[in-house]
């Protein structure tokens, strides 16, 4: 459920008309709803308690939608953040999340990341290979310091989806194998710079069937029974992130219960405390890109393309990924409908939204909202062709704050200096 509904014939969020923001901030411009983030959150939060889950660290991943607002959104209702860089760890700090609540993801971390992480006392850094573990020992060795760590593993499962975002095949350059995690974990614990503490894996995104899931997690239950059996302590047990969300024309997702459900049924009996790295599941219907039509052109050929303010340097998905979003008009006209391409003013082809879309009939002017857009929409955009990074709101009841504003044309030119040699 998210709360970007009609009323009087015209798209709101929650109570404050998108008409407005678009009149104020101008588009295109990404719109976020607090009550959608807060809800989804605490829906999933929920779910794991009635599963018997405990209380597990809900580190909300910060990739998907990284506006410190938003982070500061979640942190407020208690969740934790799990992040990839230093930058997204000072993000999570600015918006209050303790290092306590973050974990540090990813299968490249610098030392100055490393260092970073271990300064702010990261929960847990998830170690993705060898070389990295031994990396984490000397560093935190050198800061004099012990490093939380869990080894993440790759659970060798298809879990369908497109395969720019699938993690949990051996082919993937993610995580460990289990018999190699075996090892590592027996070495890590024998490391004076390092203390496992637990095993992690994340299998991919957008995945609509919990049964990769289940077979992946049944696997990471046998992997904590063996550690233990050398002897070892493991507290826990980190399933990443992954669950799909509903874009409209997609096979309908697990709801949170179901998910919940399965994982206490795959882990039953193993007392260990849960993290999770949702980010899509809650940020993704949480946000709206807002646009506005610069005018309509007809081919003499037959098409008729819609052609927006937003480009796929605002919103990348359909480019990356041939990503669907629903494209819904913010004040509908009436029943007439027309065929369009969905395109940006970006100088190739990639830039195409989507072809051959039934849309109410829309004239230049109109705004039109891509639903389904608050994660890995504003996280992902860029300066392409030197258009200004698109701003983000934050809407609360009748309220909204310009969370990131658009930078002026001469921000745009400030970042860049020229050389010596150049007059
Ligand atoms: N944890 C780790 C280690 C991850 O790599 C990811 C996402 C997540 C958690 C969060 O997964 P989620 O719950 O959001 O599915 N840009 C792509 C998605 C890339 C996902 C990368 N990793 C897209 O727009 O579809």
């Known amino acids: 459920m998210n709360h970007f509904e009609v009323q009087g014939g015209e798209l709101h969020c929650e ?28 829906v999933l939060r929920d ?18 939608n990284s506006n410190v607002a938003v982070l500061r959104t979640l942190g407020n209702l208690g969740a934790g953040a799990d992040t990839v860089s230093e930058g997204e760890i000072r993000r999570a700090l ?44 000397r560093v935190a060795q050198q800061l004099g310091k012990r490093a939380t760590v869990a080894i993440r593993v790759n659970p060798d499962v298809e879990a369908g989806g497109h395969a720019k975002i699938s993690t949990g095949k051996a082919e993937n350059k993610f995580g460990v ?27 991919g995104s957008q995945i609509t069937d ?34 799909g969300v509903p874009y409209f024309n ?12 399965m994982i206490a049924e795959a882990t039953r009996g193993l007392d260990v405390q849960f993290a999770f790295e949702p980010g899509r599941m809650i ?19 037959g098409r008729r393309f819609l052609v927006l303010d937003a480009a796929m340097n605002d919103l990348l998905r359909p480019a990356m990924y041939d990503a669907y979003h629903d ?14 391409d969905v395109v940006g003013p970006i100088c190739e082809t990639g830039d195409t939204f989507t072809r051959d879309r039934v849309l109410p009939v829309l004239e230049a002017g109109d705004l039109l909202a891509f639903m389904s857009a608050g994660a890995y929409g504003a996280s992902m955009s860029s300066e392409y062709n030197s258009r200004l990074l698109v701003p983000e709101v934050l809407v609360k009841g009748d309220q909204f704050a310009v969370v990131r504003p658009r930078p002026t044309y001469q921000d745009m030119l400030d970042k860049e200096h020229s050389a010596p040699w150049l007059t």
């Open 15 to 42: 109570g404050v008309p998108l008409t407005r923001i678009a009149e104020a901030v101008g588009t295109p411009v990404y719109v976020y709803s607090s009550a959608t983030l807060e809800r989804h959150y605490t």
């Open 283 to 301: 940020a993704a219907n949480a946000g709206i890109l807002l646009s506005r039509v610069q005018h309509v052109h007809e081919r003499p050929e």
């Open 94 to 137: 600015a918006a209050g999340i303790p290092g306590e609540r973050i974990v540090f993801s990813g299968v490249g971390k610098a030392e100055h990341e490393i260092a970073f992480a271990l300064e702010h006392g990261v929960a847990e850094i998830n170690v993705e290979s060898e070389p990295e573990l031994h990396t984490v020992n």
């Open 47 to 64: 779910a794991f308690v009635d599963a018997g889950l405990g209380q597990p660290l809900i580190a909300y991943a910060v990739k998907a």
């Open 177 to 203: 194998s289990f018999s190699e995690a075996e090892r590592l974990y027996a070495n890590a614990a024998n490391m004076a710079g390092v203390r496992p503490v637990g095993v992690a894996c994340h299998i």
């Open 250 to 261: 997609q096979p309908e997702p697990p709801s949170p219960a179901d998910y919940a459900a």
């Open 210 to 243: 919990l049964a990769p899931m289940k077979a992946a997690f049944i696997k990471m239950r046998g992997l904590v029974e063996r550690i233990r059996a050398e002897g070892l302590t493991v507290e826990r047990l980190d399933l990443g992130g992954g669950l």
């Open 327 to 340: 494209i819904r008009p913010v004040k509908p006209r009436g029943d007439e409908t027309a065929t369009y």
